[in-house]
């Protein structure tokens, strides 16, 4: 069974920082790419970040490029986000999210999401 | 940068009825990476179509999804209790390469 079990989220004030792991289990990890999604309160879905299986190739959505950086541990088969300069408008929950196959670009397991609260 | 666009924003339909969701982009994707998802409150999204046509996992054939180039349409045939909640679609974009999610569709019991 596929599981992702996302971790590292908290309240934190306007300027710091925030790294987000992600524990998979239940299928080979370096095969798929991955994702983090997140979901400001009341809003809809954006994906912030992505990483190759391998971790050689990399995306992140404007809002975030310059500030998150995506990696992860394959030997660990965990998935990380280093958050830095957090705004306000970074207030969200955040999903881990694993890409479906070679052939599609969707994502067909998320995990249960860890709220990151920037606030003074 | 592709934008999705859903429509409606809210639909209002009774148990047993047909919905029928609609997902325009700003410029032609390929099916291959459109894909719809089901939210419902206080979980994570659930992959409900990808491919633009190919149902996921456990998910019942009163789901199915249809379209191509800007136009994509997600059709739940006969609407169960269980099936009320928002629908997204997404797709990924090659110049920048971005996963990009419309507004999302709120499916709601009238």
């Known amino acids: 069974e596929v599981q992702l079990l996302e971790s590292g989220g908290g309240l934190v004030q306007p300027g710091g920082s925030l790294r987000l792991s992600c524990a998979a289990s239940?299928?080979?990890?370096?095969?798929?790419?991955m994702g983090w999604v997140r979901q400001a309160p009341g809003k809809g879905l954006e994906c912030v970040s992505a990483i190759s299986g391998g971790g050689g190739s990399t995306l992140y959505a404007d809002s975030v490029k310059g500030r998150f950086t995506i990696s992860r541990d394959n030997s660990k088969k965990t998935l990380f986000l280093q958050m830095n300069s957090l705004t306000v408008e970074d207030t969200a929950l955040y999903y881990c999210?694993?890409?479906?196959?070679?052939?599609?670009?969707?994502?067909?397991?998320w995990g249960q999401g860890t709220l990151v609260t920037v606030s003074s | 940068e592709i934008v999705l666009t859903q429509s409606p924003g809210t639909l209002s339909l009774s148990p047993g009825e047909r919905a029928t969701l609609s997902c325009r982009a700003s410029?032609?994707?390929?099916?291959?990476?459109l894909a719809w998802y089901q939210q419902k409150p206080g979980q994570a999204p659930r992959l409900v179509i990808y491919?633009?046509?190919t149902r996921a996992t456990g998910i019942p054939d009163r789901f199915s999804g249809s379209g191509s180039g800007t136009d994509f349409t997600l059709t739940i045939s006969r609407l169960e209790p269980e099936d009320f909640a928002v629908y997204y679609c997404q797709t990924f974009g090659i110049s920048p390469p971005l996963y990009s999610f419309g507004q999302g569709t709120m499916l709601e019991i009238k």
């Open positions: 239940g299928f080979t990890f370096n095969n798929y790419d």
């Open positions: 410029q032609s994707v390929s099916s291959s990476n």
């Open positions: 491919g633009a046509s």
């Open positions: 999210a694993k890409r479906s196959d070679s052939s599609t670009r969707s994502f067909d397991y």
